[in-house]
T-cell receptor, first 110, second 116 residues
Framework: DAKTTQPNSMESNEEEPVHLPCNHS???????IHWYRQLPSQGPEYVIH???SNVNNRMASLAIAEDRKSSTLILHRATLRDAAVYYC???????????FGTGTSLTVIP | ETGVTQTPRHLVMGMTNKKSLKCEQH?????MYWYKQSAKKPLELMFV???????ENNSVPSRFSPECPNSSHLFLHLHTLQPEDSALYLC???????????????FGPGTRLTVT
């Protein structure tokens, strides 16, 4: 299975940047890196995804290591609404895998 | 509002009952998914449909039976469930299959199922 490793929990102060790390040492060349988040009592929500190059969108930035064995989701200014569980996922067409893992629970402190 | 709706939002059923969960997507997507989220466990992918054909069945017990009558609707038929099947059942859709990475998934709010 294409697995990811994330810290169980992290804290951030409101309006400060947050860097959420993910290790995926078993990633293969065609696996995409996806990030989703799940707010309390809601379904997961897509955040961002990428393959090799760093990616930016209105929600976040994704920084991918040169060897692709790790990545970092960057929230530029954390708000209270960003408190959620953040999942790093490897999307593989080998065995049709989209494995969520246990995620990182982000607490934002006012 | 993600464009994916699920009904009912909450369901309590006995072990001998038969019930169905419904998912509808209003996004014009071609792929749909069922996930199970148990307390303190990762989301588990159960079934995947693409263009109304099942492409993945991840060793799910036969007491769960999916149905995809068209690309907008997905059902999960439940019968003779066990208490350990109590969980949040999530439906998702994507423009094409997500495996291999091009397409993101849009999730519904889920159905909270309790088996007594």
């Amino acid at each position: 299975d294409a697995k990811t490793t994330q810290p169980n929990s992290m804290e951030s102060n409101e309006e400060e940047p947050v860097h959420l790390p993910c290790n995926h040492s078993t990633i293969s060349g065609t696996d995409y890196i996806h990030w989703y988040r799940q707010l309390p009592s809601q379904g997961p929500e897509y955040v961002i995804h990428g393959l090799t190059s760093n990616v930016n969108n209105r929600m976040a930035s994704l920084a991918i290591a040169e060897d692709r064995k790790s990545s970092t989701l960057i929230l530029h200014r954390a708000t209270l609404r960003d408190a959620a569980v953040y999942y790093c996922i490897l999307s593989s067409n080998t065995g049709n895998q989209f494995y969520f893992g246990t995620g990182t629970s982000l607490t934002v402190i006012p | 509002e993600t464009g994916v709706t699920q009904t009912p939002r909450h369901l309590v059923m006995g072990m001998t009952n038969k019930k169905s969960l419904k998912c509808e997507q209003h996004l014009g997507h071609n792929a749909m998914y069922w996930y199970k989220q148990s307390a303190k466990k990762p989301l588990e992918l159960m079934f995947v449909y693409s263009l109304e054909e099942r492409v993945e069945n991840n060793s799910v017990p036969s007491r769960f039976s999916p149905e995809c009558p068209n690309s907008s609707h997905l059902f999960l038929h439940l019968h003779t469930l066990q208490p350990e099947d109590s969980a949040l059942y999530l439906c998702a859709s994507s423009q094409g299959l997500s495996f291999g990475g091009r397409y993101e998934q849009y999730f519904g709010p889920g159905t909270r199922l309790t088996v007594t």
